[in-house]
Nanobody, 127 residues
Framework: VQLQASGGGLVQAGGSLRLSCVASGRTGSRGTVGWFRQAPGKEREFVAATVWSGGKTTYAEFVKGRFSISRDNAKNTVYLQMHSLKPEDTAVYYC?????????????????????WGQGTLVTVSS
């Protein structure tokens, strides 16, 4: 699977952005797509994840109530809708895919569990 993330940009605090992750080369209906982010000088951290088959979605605590992950299977696209953005949300956002469908929600936070990564899209939130 090849992933292409887009939708990043510069936004003021309190604003919104929607990131997209297009997955090409999918061969089945299973699998997980996760969003991660990495701020300058910090480690990559989990943001949210969902499964193509529906029914399992999980979020990092710090984005609950502000971010929402969704998917459009027909377009092979997963979205990350971000509201009430804060300067501390500034980071490069990456999408990642795991193709077997073996992940459960308690393991979706682990970047090592994913097989493919997109190139990242930069989100900058100004104060």
């Amino acid at each position: 699977v090849q992933l292409q993330a887009s939708g990043g940009g510069l936004v003021q605090a309190g604003g919104s952005l929607r990131l997209s992750c297009v997955a090409s080369g999918r061969t089945g209906s299973r699998g997980t797509v996760g969003w991660f982010r990495q701020a300058p000088g910090k480690e990559r951290e989990f943001v949210a994840a969902t499964v193509w088959s529906g029914g399992k979605t999980t979020y990092a605590e710090f984005v609950k109530g502000r971010f929402s992950i969704s998917r459009d299977n027909a377009k092979n696209t997963v979205y990350l809708q971000m509201h009430s953005l804060k300067p501390e949300d500034t980071a490069v956002y990456y999408c990642a895919a795991e193709e077997s469908g073996r992940l459960i929600t308690s393991t979706m936070w682990n970047p090592s569990a994913y097989d493919s990564w997109g190139q990242g899209t930069l989100v900058t939130v100004s104060s």
